[in-house]
C-alpha cells in the first residue's frame, strides 16, 4: 500500500506492507513521514520510511525509488490524494501497481490543459449549463469567479470574496431569507469575466433582490469589476430580466469611489438600485432587502 495525502501544512506520504482490502484492518502498520510545503523529499527520508513499514533488502530499494515516483506523480498533477493499493511484486522483480485513485484540486485546472475530463459534480447532482459556463471563465482567468444556483429562492447572491460570500450568505439564511444562488468574485478578476458571473445571477429565476455585497478590497479593482456588473446589469434589463428586482450594493476598496458612483449612475436609467459605502455595516444592506420584500 502506498499512498499520498495532501494536509494543511503539507503532504504525508503513506506506506504498508500489507494492501488491498487487509489495508484498513491493519492501519496500524501503515507507516507515515511528513513533509511541509516546500520541502524536499529526501533519499534519507525514503530510506527511513521504507525501513519503518517493514520493506528490506530489493524490494525496499525498489519501494523508495517507487514512492519518490508517487510523490512526483502527485505533486506534479496538483493532486490531493492519491493511493496505489495493492502494489505487487511481479515474478521478475518488479513492482506494480494493480490499482490506483486520485482526486485532483479542479481549482488547478488552469495549469494542465491536458485536463479534458469533467470533474465530479457537487452537492450530489450534475452542474447546471450556467455553472459549467461559469467554471469554464474561472478556469482561463486570473482571480475567481465561482456560481452554485439553489432552485426555489429569491435572494440572488452577488458577493466579492470568498469569506463575503459565506457571511452574507449567512446573513441571508439567519434572517429567514431564502437563497437563490451561491456566488463571489475575488483576486481582481478581469471585468469580462464578472460581467459573465453577473449575467448568470441576473438570469435566476424568481428573484426579488440581487446583494452585491462586499467588505474593503486590498487590491481588487471596485472600479473594474463594477464595470463588468454595470455591463451586465444594462443587458440584463434590456432583456427584461430584472423587473421587480430590487439591487443593494455595499463595497469598499480601491477606486471604490468611481466605482460606486457608477452604481449609484443606474438609479437614472431606471434601475431600483440603493448603493452604499464602507461606512455602511457589512450586514445592513440584507436587513434592508429583508425589510423590503
Known amino acids: 500500500y502506498a499512498a499520498a495525502k495532501s494536509t494543511r501544512d503539507g503532504v504525508d506520504l503513506l506506506l504498508a506492507t500489507c494492501g488491498g482490502i487487509e489495508v484498513e484492518s491493519n492501519w496500524d502498520k501503515v507507516k507515515h513521514v511528513s513533509l511541509e510545503t516546500g520541502e524536499t523529499l529526501t533519499d534519507s527520508a525514503l530510506a527511513s520510511l521504507v525501513k519503518d513499514a517493514g520493506f528490506s533488502g530489493d524490494t525496499a530499494a525498489k519501494m ?6 508517487l510523490h512526483t506523480c502527485f505533486d506534479n498533477e496538483d493532486a490531493q490524494y492519491l493511493e496505489v493499493n495493492p502494489v505487487v511484486l511481479s515474478g521478475k522483480g518488479e ?6 485513485v486520485t482526486l485532483l484540486d479542479g481549482d488547478a485546472k488552469f495549469r494542465h490543459k491536458d485536463w479534458t475530463f469533467p470533474f465530479a459534480a ?3 447532482r450534475a452542474y447546471t449549463k450556467n455553472e459549467e459556463e461559469v467554471m469554464a471563465v474561472d478556469a482561463k482567468v486570473k482571480g475567481s469567479v465561482k456560481l452554485i444556483e439553489i432552485p426555489g429562492g429569491n435572494i440572488a447572491m452577488f458577493p466579492a470574496g470568498g469569506g463575503a460570500s ?3 450568505s449567512d446573513a441571508v ?4 431569507g431564502k437563497l437563490a444562488n451561491y456566488a463571489e468574485y475575488s483576486g481582481d478578476p478581469p471585468d469580462w469575466a464578472v460581467e459573465v458571473l453577473t449575467e448568470k445571477v441576473c438570469s435566476l429565476p424568481g428573484i426579488k433582490h440581487i446583494i452585491v455585497g462586499g467588505a474593503i478590497a486590498n487590491f481588487t479593482d471596485v472600479k473594474k469589476t463594477f464595470g463588468g456588473i454595470i455591463n451586465a446589469f444594462r443587458k ?3 432583456d427584461g430580466k430584472l423587473q421587480g ?3 443593494w450594493v455595499r463595497r469598499g476598496g480601491p477606486n471604490e469611489l468611481q466605482g460606486l458612483a457608477a452604481m449609484r449612475a443606474l438609479q437614472d436609467e431606471g434601475f431600483d438600485i440603493q448603493v452604499f459605502d464602507r461606512k455602511t455595516p457589512l450586514t445592513d444592506i440584507v436587513d434592508m432587502a429583508m425589510a423590503a420584500k
Open 122 to 124: 457537487e452537492f450530489g
Open 236 to 238: 440584463a434589463k434590456a
Open 95 to 100: 513492482l506494480v501497481a494493480l490499482d490506483a
Open 64 to 69: 523508495a525509488e517507487f514512492l519518490k515516483k
Open 166 to 168: 459565506v457571511y452574507y
Open 245 to 247: 428586482v430590487k439591487i
Open 173 to 176: 439564511v439567519a434572517r429567514g
